[in-house]
């Protein structure tokens, strides 16, 4: 049976922008799952994967306000555990009075349009986190134009993105995510919703050497793996295409976006919500 690390952080006094910054760190560095806790909240990894050294190294603790104190500590759990874990934190997400984001067990709202069933396990996206929040919102704004539409989702984790897209009107989405985890979650998600749209693969940006053009890509990773891929998504945007990026905060998008019109891609726009954001750029 497969274990994981379970990582227990406590934010004293508890700040959720605090917390949410040290989640984005943790999912730069193979962290999948989380919990919110009353004092911060739980962080979950491979075993094999677990380094106490790289958690010591977060920039994060180089960067904290003298007035707050993070203190951890580490748990081996079963498979089995998270899962039950994840279910007694786990509620529903609204955004924006549009889409409910739920899992199997809570009752469906008929009166939101979107519903996405999320039974995200390990993989990172559910929706709580700023960073996916603001790309569901992106879709939503960019339904009218997504409708018929290739769509590739970049770290596509739970599925989550490549979920919305397909309710969005996508005639296709294909998700790559480098962990095998994401890649059964991200199956198990779509069956769910009951898609047949939507095709994963396991691997990195390398895989789109394989692939045609898309005409929307959307990258919810992090600010280094945007810059050092970025190049890749350009190569494979469709004149008239849409690149749509998340997974960094408000000071990193000046370098985002001089790298995106570097390669000739038009700023569309931004959303931002906890110092996260989320931007949208346009290849005439």
């Not at 999912?27 to 380094?51: C, H, L, M, Q």
């Not at 899992?103 to 709202?109: N, V, W």
Request: net charge negative.
């Amino acid at each position: 049976m497969k274990t994981f690390t379970e990582v227990t952080f406590h934010i004293s006094p508890f700040s959720e922008d605090i917390a949410d910054a040290l989640i984005g760190e943790l999912g730069s560095v193979r962290y999948d799952g989380f919990a919110y806790t009353e004092d911060g909240f739980k962080a979950y990894i491979g075993t094999p994967d677990f380094r106490e050294e790289v958690i010591n190294r977060l920039a994060l603790f180089q960067l904290l306000p003298e007035e707050y104190r993070i203190s951890w500590e580490k748990a081996e759990i079963a498979d089995q555990d998270w899962n039950k874990e994840w279910e007694e934190h786990f509620t529903p997400i609204v955004v924006k009075n549009q889409i409910l984001v739920r899992a199997g067990f809570h009752a469906p709202r008929p009166e939101i349009p979107y519903e996405i069933i999320i039974e995200p396990k390990m993989s990172f996206g559910t929706g709580h986190h700023s960073t996916t929040a603001l790309m569901l919102e992106m879709i939503l704004d960019s339904a009218a134009e997504i409708k018929g539409k290739e769509v590739l989702d970049m770290g596509c984790g739970t599925g989550i993105l490549s979920i919305m897209a397909a309710k969005a009107g996508a005639a296709h989405i294909t998700g790559i995510d480098i962990d095998e985890w994401s890649f059964h979650n991200a199956m198990e998600n779509i069956r769910n919703n009951g898609l047949e749209n939507i095709s994963i693969k396991i691997g990195d940006a390398g895989l789109l050497a394989e692939e045609k053009g898309f005409d929307f890509i959307l990258a919810n990773i992090n600010r280094n793996i945007l810059l050092e891929d970025m190049h890749h998504y350009i190569q494979h945007l469709t004149p008239g295409g849409y690149l749509i990026m998340s997974g960094f905060y408000t000071q990193d998008l000046p370098l985002i976006r001089q790298k995106a019109e570097g390669y000739g891609l038009r700023f569309q726009g931004e959303k931002t919500e906890n110092n996260w954001v989320a931007a949208s750029f346009y290849k005439q």
